[in-house]
């Protein structure tokens, strides 16, 4: 399992107490707010506001505060906050590529926290372009466990899907972002249920990790998404199926 789909399936799962799950709220309200602000309120015109809003309520925040989310981030509560679209890159252990995209009203903060957590993890923060060049932007789609591969590909079938790879908790369909909405729209179109549709950075070139190694990525990843700026963190890291049962024990 590739390090890209690793962090794809298990960030559904960082809701497990009251401390994650209001970061994770607030993470996904600030999305809604942002996608609002910028294509507009009516998210059957901004598909961007649509798949906001549709994974925050697949991670059970509630109905009234995505409203308000919408509304702050239209205006109509007078103005929201002004957020910065924010990459930093930098190495963890092992030389792996780590990309973090945060959205911030406070640039100087959200660059000291992740520089320190950086630090403490056994990673450094590079130069701008260092370790973007390899990353692309893609659809990146995760489906329940209940959802059958042949199911997807006959849904899919008039799309270019770039790639599906099956785990014991779901599978990840990968696609050109410019094609996710349409491929999300036709599998809703075959009653095809689906965790969440994003537009990720995904990593053409993949860095092999041992047990030692991925377990300090991923120790330093979960630090990077405590950080009230981050919202995402995208790794080139690849895991064996004996490193992740390793990781597991």
């Known amino acids: 399992m590739s390090g890209h789909s690793k962090w794809a399936t298990t960030k559904h799962k960082k809701a497990a107490n009251d401390a994650k799950r209001a970061k994770l709220w607030a993470k996904l309200i600030r ?4 996608a609002a602000r910028t ?15 549709y994974k925050a309520k697949k991670s059970s925040v509630p109905g009234d505060n995505i409203d308000r989310a919408v509304k702050r981030g239209s205006g109509d509560l007078g103005d929201g906050v002004d957020y910065q679209n924010i990459l930093y890159e930098g190495y963890g252990p092992g030389g792996v590529a780590i990309l973090i995209e945060c959205l911030t009203d406070n640039k100087n903060r959200a660059a000291a926290e992740v520089r320190l957590a950086f630090t403490k993890g056994g990673g450094n923060l590079a130069d701008p372009g260092s370790v973007s060049y390899q990353f692309s932007r893609k659809g990146v789609i995760v489906l329940p466990g209940d959802v059958t591969e042949d ?39 075959a009653g095809i249920d689906y965790e969440s549709a994003d537009v990720e950075f995904v990593s053409s070139i993949k860095v092999d990790a041992d047990a030692e190694t ?4 991923v120790r330093l990843v979960e630090a990077l998404e405590d950080l009230d700026d981050v919202q995402e963190v995208y790794t080139n890291m690849d895991v064996s199926n004996e490193v992740l049962s390793q990781l597991a024990d």
Do not use: W
């Open 214 to 217: 991925a377990g300090k990525i």
């Open 151 to 189: 199911a997807v590909l006959e849904a899919t079938i008039e799309h270019n899907i770039e790639d599906i790879e099956s785990g014991p908790d779901g599978a990840v369909l990968t696609c050109e972002a410019s094609s996710m909405v349409a491929v999300r729209q036709v599998l809703q179109d």
């Open 39 to 53: 294509g507009g309120p009516d998210p059957e015109g901004n598909p961007t506001l649509y798949d906001a809003i």
């Open 31 to 34: 999305n809604i707010e942002v």
